[in-house]
């Protein structure tokens, strides 16, 4: 008797254990494509970054501004709305 349950759960845990495995690499197939949008996902971010920063460049800014004729602010031409900070 003590056998045939020793038996029964010897097999009962092998199944088992076989069981996950099987959901693990199931579950590492799903995240493969998951892991490989996030890295694309993030190499456009940082593309997006240069990009921002080169367009918000203070020499392309300063050459833009010259091309269209723009020029620092003079007094009295800035304008803040009441109640808020001054910018440091």
């Known amino acids: 008797m003590a056998l045939t349950l020793t038996m029964g ?3 009962i845990l092998g ?8 959901e693990r690499v199931d579950k590492a197939y799903d995240l493969r494509p ?14 997006l970054e240069v990009e ?3 367009l918000l460049s203070p020499i392309r800014l300063r050459e833009l501004a010259q ?10 031409q800035i304008r803040r709305p ?3 900070a001054k910018p440091q």
């Open 9 to 11: 759960s010897a097999l």
């Open 15 to 22: 199944l088992v254990s076989v069981w996950l495995n099987i």
């Open 34 to 47: 998951m892991e490989k949008r996030l890295d694309e996902q993030e190499a456009l971010a940082a593309k």
């Open 52 to 54: 921002r920063n080169n």
């Open 67 to 76: 091309k269209y004729g723009f020029g620092p602010a003079s007094q009295g």
């Open 82 to 84: 009441a109640g808020k």
